[in-house]
Antibody
Framework: EVQLVESGGGLVEPAMSLRLSCVAS????????MHWVRQAPGKGLEWVSS????????TYADSVKGRFTVSRDNAKNSLYLHLTGLRPEDTAFYYC?????????????WGRGTLLTVSS | EIVLTQSPDTLSLSPGQRATLSCRAS???????LAWYQKKPGQAPRLLIY???TRAAGVPDRFSGFGSGADFALSISGLEPEDFAVYYC??????????FGQGTKLEIK
């Protein structure tokens, strides 16, 4: 069974940094590109970042470019999102999601998310 | 960036009725890379439909997707109590950002 489990959220003050993690199981992790998607309270889903299987290609939403860094450790079946310069508008549930493949690049499995609250 | 606009924002229906949710793109979506997700509070988003009209594994056949170009829709026939949730469309083709619609809340009337 495919499982994605996020962790690392919590309450942080503006301008601080944090690292979110997503541990994958039930599939060969390094066969898949991975994404981060977030949902602010009462808002819709927003794509945040993606990384391909070997970390050669990483992409970011304009709203987080220069502040967030995505990475992965295939030996640990883990995906990470390093967040710096946090702002109150970064408050959201953060989900990791798996991309099916290059020919059908939809997001087929998602985790349940981890909540990040940025507030003083 | 492709902007997706969903309508209506909220749809109030009774169990057993049919729901039709709309998703309009700001430009043509190539390669049929349009998906629908179901989201319930505290749960992971669930993939329902990909490539405009293909049901994901385990999705009941009362869910169907259709459309082309820039106009798409999700239809749910014979609404069950568990279908009341928020639904999002997403385009996932080409270069990022892989944008989502703002969501349609399907609520019990």
């Amino acid at each position: 069974e495919v499982q994605l489990v996020e962790s690392g959220g919590g309450l942080v003050e503006p301008a601080m940094s944090l690292r979110l993690s997503c541990v994958a199981s039930g599939f060969t992790f390094d066969d898949f590109s991975m994404h981060w998607v977030r949902q602010a309270p009462g808002k819709g889903l927003e794509w945040v970042s993606s990384v391909n299987w070997n970390s050669d290609t990483v992409t970011y939403a304009d709203s987080v470019k220069g502040r967030f860094t995505v990475s992965r450790d295939n030996a640990k079946n883990s995906l990470y999102l390093h967040l710096t310069g946090l702002r109150p508008e970064d408050t959201a549930f953060y989900y990791c999601a798996r991309r099916r493949n290059d020919w059908d690049p939809y997001f087929d499995y998602w985790g349940r998310g981890t909540l990040l609250t940025v507030s003083s | 960036e492709i902007v997706l606009t969903q309508s209506p924002d909220t749809l109030s229906l009774s169990p057993g009725q049919r729901a039709t949710l709309s998703c309009r793109a700001s430009q043509t979506i190539n390669n049929k890379f349009l998906a629908w997700y179901q989201k319930k509070p505290g749960q992971a988003p669930r993939l329902l439909i990909y490539d405009v009209s293909t049901r994901a594994a385990g999705v009941p056949d009362r869910f169907s997707g259709f459309g082309s170009g820039a106009d798409f829709a999700l239809s749910i026939s014979g609404l069950e109590p568990e279908d009341f949730a928020v639904y999002y469309c997403q385009q996932y083709g080409g270069s990022p950002p892989y944008t989502f619609g703002q969501g349609t809340k399907l609520e019990i009337k």
